[in-house]
Every structure is written in structure tokens, then in C-alpha cells.
T-cell receptor, first 115, second 113 residues
Framework: KAGVTQTPRYLIKTRGQQVTLSCSPI?????VSWYQQTPGQGLQFLFE???????NKGNFPGRFSGRQFSNSRSEMNVSTLELGDSALYLC??????????????FGPGTRLLVL | AQSVSQHNHHVILSEAASLELGCNYS??????LFWYVQYPGQHLQLLLK??????LVKGIKGFEAEFIKSKFSFNLRKPSVQWSDTAEYFC???????????FGKGNQVVVIP
């Protein structure tokens, strides 16, 4: 099976702009989670989507949003970008059969640089 | 809130030395615990996981970890490291029935040939 794919791999934006990142989960996986990775804060959970619904949400401002489509592909959007949003954004997918004992598989990430 | 902590962020050791990385989690109840590895230039890969059962779990590439509930710990071990084990190692935990993972800050491990 193909792994989790994320596009684009690299992005450069300026403050105030918005950005949309895309994630395609492993075939058959229905849960998609997003994480932000920075040198200072490490890996932090953003949100999880399952069956097109947000199932979990981390402690990020409302500028960070996401959605999931019927084919389980997911997008996350960051509006009004700030310098501190520069990070590696990771997507992870799992089977989504109830999240009882699931393993998340990670994509390569999208590296966002905000100037 | 659930949290996971890792100590000794930078570890340098020689080939054939033994490796042990500590991981502690701060929340109670039934937990799911993971170790992920990130090799240079590559994405996060699962090393091993603990859900229930035998507290000693074996993963890929000769790694193992022991879940000690009384100590809220899930330490990673490898008896003899190789140069190819140079990577960053992350411990992560989640509550039973929840995909929201808390990650430790990671251990940067450098193995000198």
C-alpha cells in the first residue's frame, strides 16, 4: 500500500496570507490527524477528522482549521499567517475503526516558512 | 491534560554500546504508548507500540520497550546500536479510545562508528 502523502512538500508564504495543505491517507484509512512540529514546541496535535467530522481538537487558535472529504482526504487551512506558524505540518492516518487501539502512520510533512 | 516527557535530549554513543531512552507519561487510565523514529531526511516511522498485554514489547531493528505502570514509564532499549540507528526518537502516548497523541520532545541519538 502507498503511504500517507502530503502536498505540497514546501511552501513559502508571507505574514497575513493564508495557506492550504493537503493530505491523502493510506488507502482504507478513515481517520486523519494533523500535527505541528517546531524546534521549540516539538510535535503538537492540531485536530483529527473521521468520516468528514472533526473528532478531536488540540489547543490551537481558530486560524487553524481543517476538513475531510468523503474519500478521506483531508486539508488543513491556516489563515492570517504569523511568523510563528513556520513549522513542519505532519499528517497521520489510521484505520479509524473506533480509535481504541490504533496506530497512526505519518506522512513526510509539509514544511511551511512564513516570512 | 495528557503529557509525555523524555529526558537527555542529546545522546552520543559508540557502535555496539547499549541504548536506553526514558519516557514518562503523566495521565492515568488505560494508555496507548508508542515509540517513533525519524531518520535524517525521512518521515516518522513506528518503532513499536504498547496497547495491552505483555509489558515487554519488541519492535523493528532490535528495539524493545518495557511498560511499567507503577512508574508511568515506557523506556526504549537496544542492546547494541549501529551507526544506522542515528536518528531522533519520539515517545508518544494517547488515551485508550482516542487518537490524540501527546509527544515527548524527542531524543537526538548520534552513534559514532
Amino acid at each position: 500500500k502507498a503511504g500517507v502523502t502530503q502536498t505540497p512538500r514546501y511552501l513559502i508564504k508571507t505574514r497575513g496570507q493564508q495557506v492550504t495543505l493537503s493530505c491523502s491517507p493510506i488507502s482504507g484509512h478513515r481517520s486523519v490527524s494533523w500535527y505541528q512540529q517546531t524546534p521549540g514546541q516539538g510535535l503538537q496535535f492540531l485536530f483529527e477528522y473521521f468520516s468528514e467530522t472533526q473528532r478531536n481538537k488540540g489547543n490551537f487558535p481558530g486560524r487553524f482549521s481543517g476538513r475531510q472529504f468523503s474519500n478521506s482526504r483531508s486539508e488543513m487551512n491556516v489563515s492570517t499567517l504569523e511568523l510563528g506558524d513556520s513549522a513542519l505540518y505532519l499528517c497521520a492516518s489510521s484505520a479509524g475503526q473506533g480509535a481504541v487501539q490504533e496506530t497512526q502512520y505519518f506522512g513526510p510533512g509539509t514544511r511551511l516558512l512564513v516570512l | 491534560a495528557q503529557s509525555v516527557s523524555q529526558h537527555n535530549h542529546h545522546v552520543i554513543l559508540s557502535e555496539a554500546a547499549s541504548l536506553e531512552l526514558g519516557c514518562n507519561y503523566s495521565y492515568g487510565g488505560t494508555v496507548n504508548l508508542f515509540w517513533y523514529v525519524q531518520y535524517p531526511g525521512q518521515h516518522l516511522q513506528l518503532l513499536l507500540k504498547y496497547f495491552s498485554g505483555d509489558p515487554l514489547v519488541k519492535g523493528i531493528k532490535g528495539f524493545e520497550a518495557e511498560f511499567i505502570k507503577s512508574k508511568f514509564s515506557f523506556n526504549l532499549r537496544k542492546p547494541s546500536v549501529q551507526w544506522s540507528d542515528t536518528a531522533e526518537y519520539f515517545c508518544a502516548g494517547g488515551r485508550y479510545g482516542n487518537n490524540r497523541l501527546a509527544f515527548g520532545k524527542g531524543n537526538q541519538v548520534v552513534v559514532i562508528p
